[in-house]
């Protein structure tokens, strides 16, 4: 035990088995289509700069968990947006404008899809709006009027900048391209995660013909999770079991997973891992996820930077990983699943077991990273 603990104990806040767990491929791609997957895969794969993102093997961490493999899908590495959110907004930009340079693009964001949606406008020529709250760090607004995107600050949280991104383009005829779905507003959305499953294809081309046993899904509002779980459907023959990993401050899918509903949760307060810092499922990928996650795990923040650090040193694999603090929380809830006997044997993880995470962003905010990495 010397790579992963020196003596530190690993462990999560609560885990929970979905009763309702039924996985249907057909069920799955009634809400994200084999089509759309297609397409999306079509139209990003023929961007400028365009390239497959790593898919890393961590050797020393599988060999320690004893288990076969470990894959690490590397999203530092995504254009240079350094994270998995620059294949959905650009994505859903491109299809909803059609390039129409009359069309002015707006959205709300914590900053990654922002920026995704700023690139995406910049690549076509269209101007955008971007709506931030009062939390957005300045140096991530910066990164988005580095893009050319007009950014404006709005008092309060981030439902408070989507109420004035509404409201502003409502006024103004702004297309909103946002990640997140409410009645009558899922095409975007469900164009936003068509951009995400393009992760999968990558994957399974990567993979030649291994299986993958285990899939390890952060989650905000659920959109990364789903588009993911909707690539397995797509591409993969045998049916991974899907854990889904959330802050235990704002872990809305495990509460939805419990009730069988959408619940909304209060944060109270603000996890480190703040794109997974979200209250409430989306509608669409909560059409994927209620039968198809088997567990629910939560996290608090406190092995975040001392996880950021070992896969930056190299501790778990071949490479330093620049894996920001969205991305530390899949080998966190596998290091802990692993030390559970009882959980271990639940999720069925052995000798056997090929497991992916997914390292879905890197020092999207530089300062933060240095910040927790010095920690
Ligand atoms: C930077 C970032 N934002 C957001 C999320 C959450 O994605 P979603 O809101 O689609 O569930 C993640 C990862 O889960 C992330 O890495």
């Not at 497959?52 to 320690?64: M, N």
């Not at 899809?113 to 995406?120: F, L, N, Q, Y």
Request: include cysteine.
């Amino acid at each position: 035990m010397t790579i992963i603990s020196n003596g530190h104990l690993w462990k999560y806040s609560s885990c929970i088995e979905n009763k309702n767990y039924s996985f249907s491929k057909e069920e799955i791609l009634k809400t994200l289509s084999k089509e759309e997957i297609d397409e999306a895969y079509l139209s990003i794969s023929k961007w400028k700069n365009y390239n497959p993102t790593p898919l890393l093997l961590l050797k020393k961490l599988s060999k320690e968990l004893n288990l076969n493999k470990i894959y690490y899908k590397d999203e530092s590495k995504r254009f240079n947006l350094k994270s998995f959110k620059a294949l959905g907004g650009a994505y859903a930009v491109e299809k909803v404008t059609k390039g129409n340079k009359d069309i002015t693009v707006s959205t709300a964001t914590a900053g990654n899809h922002g920026r995704s949606v700023a690139w995406g406008a910049r690549r076509l020529g269209l101007k955008c709006k971007i709506f931030i709250s009062e939390y957005v760090s300045d140096a991530r607004g910066k990164a988005m009027e580095d893009l050319g995107a007009d950014v404006i600050k709005v008092k309060g949280n981030y439902e408070n900048s989507l109420i004035e991104c509404i409201k502003q383009s409502t006024e103004n005829n702004w297309q909103i391209v946002q990640d997140v779905a409410w009645k009558n507003y899922m095409l975007i959305p469900t164009l936003t995660m068509a951009g995400y499953s393009v992760m999968m294809k990558e994957i399974v081309d990567q993979i030649k013909n291994e299986e993958i046993t285990h899939i390890i899904l952060q989650a905000g509002v659920g959109g990364m999770a789903a588009a993911i779980i909707a690539g397995t459907a797509r591409y993969l023959k045998n049916i991974p079991t899907m854990i889904v990993v959330e802050p235990d401050s704002a872990a809305c899918v495990m509460e939805s997973i419990k009730t069988g509903k959408i619940e909304k949760i209060n944060i109270i307060r603000e996890s480190l891992m703040g794109g997974m810092s979200c209250g409430e499922v989306s509608l669409v990928p909560w059409e994927i996820l209620k039968n198809s996650v088997n567990y629910c795990i939560s996290l608090p923040d406190d092995d975040i930077p001392r996880a950021m650090k070992l896969l930056g040193n190299a501790s778990f694999g071949e490479n330093k990983i620049i894996a920001g603090e969205n991305a530390a929380p899949g080998v966190i809830s596998l290091i802990a699943s692993c030390n559970d006997e009882k959980i271990k044997k639940k999720f069925n993880l052995n000798s056997s077991s090929n497991v992916l995470l997914i390292g879905c962003e890197g020092d999207t905010d530089q300062e933060m990273y240095q910040k927790l990495l010095n920690k």
